[in-house]
């Protein structure tokens, strides 16, 4: 999932080359089309105008791909102190059982999700995914039990879809789009000493902790969670207030604002899925390697396993295991592999074994870094295969994800 949003029909392709970052190409394909009156602004738009954001049309927003330090510097600050994110294009989207009983709520839910919804605490959140009756993947979201009801966090260009998925099909439900908040994250080893600066408490907090608080007097729903693969937060934020929050947190010195193309990087070297370009409708949960996600309650045998669509290919995925799986792809050499290109068993091959879906250059991997899809028998770390760029067969090894080293606060 990319906690900034979907990419359907819109790919950042982004020259991370070591040899010239201050003069960082960055382009946007798919949506440089689309009629800039009709792009939807979040609350935070003209905030990033005043910090010279370059501006792209993404998920139906306007949104900030890279500041003037660009996308390189973006990348390795967040991972060495904190970075600031807006997120607020993405859906947050209210469950409440007409009953009252978060259980309830809980229950209707995991008609949807192959997710323990149910055994998920007060105070706590969880990843999951909408699947589809093929097995495929709809989105991938976030869930929280806020003690009276659920807080469903989705991608920005599914939220219109999954909002009616929902509403029709949770009929014990009130399901509404909270369209009157902003989102930020804040991610980076300093994000807690930040943070802290306006919530002394924050340190009390552990991955996937979630809790309403008080910030400049205006109450928040934090989570200490994020895509980047470093410690970090999300924080709901009324929209009327949302600069005045961005403002303070961008004024401590170890936090600086972050672009799109940052945050693609951040979250591919984390291993992290973007949904339209690692996960879609095509992709089982087991093949995309997120069965982690689905605990032992919900699989075969499980007290409350199956009823969910899609319940048949993903059980079958389980147990006998899938076709094909996502791995991590080290490419040799210096040049980034891009999404798409097919991938080959043999330099000389003309049948495609896989796609590459997601990659760029890693700055803090020091090097290209991939992700994509191999035949399961393939999947081994340190198998090799070609990815087939502008007629060329170029070596890849298959590695194990992440790329780097995850700083959640456990």
Same mark, same amino acid.
């Given at each position: ?11 950042? %392709? ?44 993404? @998920? ?44 309830? @709520?809980?229950? @209707? ?19 999951? /995914? /909408? ?29 219109? +879809? ?18 009157? &908040? ?33 910030? *400049?007097? =205006?109450? %928040? ?15 709901? /934020? ?29 979250? *591919?070297?984390?291993?992290? %899925? ?36 899609? +319940? @048949? &290919? ?11 799986? &996502? ?58 295969? /070609? ?10 090894? =298959?590695? +194990? *994800? ?9």
């Amino acid at each position: 999932m990319d906690r900034g949003g979907s990419n359907t029909g819109t790919l950042l %392709c982004l020259n991370l080359s070591r040899r010239n970052p201050p003069n960082l190409e960055v382009s946007l394909l798919g949506d440089h089309t689309e009629d800039q009156s009709v792009l939807k602004q979040t609350p935070l738009h003209a905030l990033h105008l005043s910090l010279g954001a370059k501006m792209v049309p993404f @998920a139906g927003y306007d949104m900030p791909v890279q500041y003037p330090a660009g996308v390189m510097k973006e990348h390795l600050h967040t991972r060495a102190a904190a970075g600031l994110f807006d997120v607020s294009h993405m859906g947050q989207v209210l469950v409440r059982a007409k009953s009252g009983s978060v259980e309830d @709520a809980a229950l @209707a839910l995991e008609k949807l999700v192959p997710v323990d919804i149910l055994g998920l605490r007060e105070g706590r959140q969880r990843y999951g /995914f /909408f699947t589809a009756d093929n097995g495929g993947i709809l989105d991938d979201l976030m869930i929280a039990n806020r003690g009276d009801h659920l807080l469903v966090v989705v991608n920005a260009s599914c939220k219109d +879809a999954d909002l009616a998925h929902m509403q029709e099909n949770l009929p014990g439900c009130d399901v509404s789009l909270l369209d009157d &908040r902003a989102l930020l994250a804040l991610q980076g080893p300093r994000a807690e000493g930040v943070l802290a600066e306006l919530w002394a408490d924050v340190a009390a907090m552990k991955f996937m902790d979630v809790r309403e608080v008080p910030l *400049l007097g =205006v109450a %928040c729903i934090i989570s200490r969670s994020g895509y980047s693969g470093e410690d970090g937060f999300e924080i709901s /934020f009324p929209a009327s207030h949302a600069e005045a929050l961005a403002k303070a947190l961008l004024s401590h010195p170890d936090c600086e604002p972050i672009g799109l193309g940052a945050r693609d990087s951040l979250r *591919l070297e984390a291993g992290l %899925c973007l949904y339209g370009n690692d996960i879609d409708t095509t992709t089982s949960p087991i093949e995309a390697a997120l069965d982690w996600a689905i605990q032992k309650v919900r699989r075969p045998g499980g007290e409350r396993a199956g009823g969910y669509p899609g +319940a @048949a &290919r993903i059980e079958e995925d389980l147990q006998s295991g899938p076709v094909r799986r &996502r791995v991590g792809l080290k490419p040799e050499g210096k040049a980034p592999v891009r999404a798409h290109a097919g991938l080959f068993a043999e330099d000389s091959s003309a049948s495609p074994i896989g796609e590459v879906t997601s990659g760029t250059f890693g700055p803090t991997a020091e090097g290209p870094v991939a992700m994509g899809y191999v035949p399961s028998a393939m999947a081994k770390a340190g198998t090799r295969v /070609f990815a087939e760029v502008r007629g060329k067969y170029l070596p890849m090894t =298959v590695t +194990a *994800l992440p790329f780097i080293t995850p700083t959640y606060k456990r």
